[in-house]
T-cell receptor, first 110, second 114 residues
Framework: SQTIHQWPATLVQPVGSPLSLECTVE??????LYWYRQAAGRGLQLLFY??????ISSEVPQNLSASRPQDRQFILSSKKLLLSDSGFYLC?????????FGPGTRLTVT | QQQVKQSPQSLIVQKGGISIINCAYE??????FPWYQQFPGKGPALLIA???DVSEKKEGRFTISFNKSAKQFSLHIMDSQPGDSATYFC?????????????WGAGTKLIIKP
């Protein structure tokens, strides 16, 4: 069966510090991968998606970037965090039309 | 238009009652309509989904009703239970190149009163 992992689960970072969030998927190959952000009590905002290694599409211009160094690994990064980057970051993968989410990373920028 | 409009924003239902959440869309290219359930601090989980060639789909206590001509779809939760208290998101999918993307509703916070 397929499993999606995200780490860390929670993170508190000061403004201006770098960020690296990791997502890995097990039990499937060449999945489409997605990064979403969810502000408190709000809906999901698509940040990036990837259809293969090294292929990244950005949906929202911002100070975040994404990379896919391996088939089942998706990384979300920032060189300098802003207060507005706080939120719940979710990674997802696709099987056909069905999208499955990881457990999320709660990021608080102070 | 790529928006999916979801209502109500919040909903309180007595235990045993029927919870109804509605969504509307404009883009006729959407071809897949899922509903997700999210508990606090967790990622959304796929609950039930429907394609536009079907008017209704039922899985246990959860039913999607789909009205293609009105471009509306809704989630009905029968015999609502306190454990159903969560935030529910509707979404609509469209295909672009080798990828597909989900356009999300804003969510409905459902509270089931014991």
């Amino acid at each position: 069966s397929q499993t999606i992992h995200q780490w860390p689960a929670t993170l508190v970072q000061p403004v201006g510090s770098p960020l690296s969030l990791e997502c890995t998927v097990e039990g499937t190959s060449n999945p489409n991968l997605y990064w979403y952000r969810q502000a408190a009590g709000r809906g999901l905002q698509l940040l990036f998606y990837s259809v293969g290694i090294g292929q990244i599409s950005s949906e929202v211009p911002q100070n975040l970037s994404a990379s896919r160094p391996q088939d089942r690994q998706f990384i979300l990064s920032s060189k300098k965090l802003l207060l507005s980057d706080s939120g719940f970051y979710l990674c997802a993968w696709c099987r056909g039309d069905e999208q499955y989410f990881g457990p999320g990373t709660r990021l608080t920028v102070t | 238009q790529q928006q999916v409009k979801q209502s109500p924003q919040s909903l309180i239902v007595q235990k045993g009652g029927i919870s109804i959440i509605n969504c509307a869309y404009e883009n006729t290219a959407f071809d897949y309509f899922p509903w997700y359930q999210q508990f606090p601090g967790k990622g959304p989980a796929l609950l039930i989904a429907i394609r536009p060639d079907v008017s209704e789909k039922k899985e246990g206590r959860f039913t999607i009703s789909f009205n293609k001509s009105a471009k509306q779809f809704s989630l009905h939760i029968m015999d609502s239970q306190p454990g159903d208290s969560a935030t529910y998101f509707c979404a609509a999918a469209y295909h672009m190149d080798s990828n597909y993307q989900l356009i999300w509703g804003a969510g409905t916070k459902l509270i089931i009163k014991p």
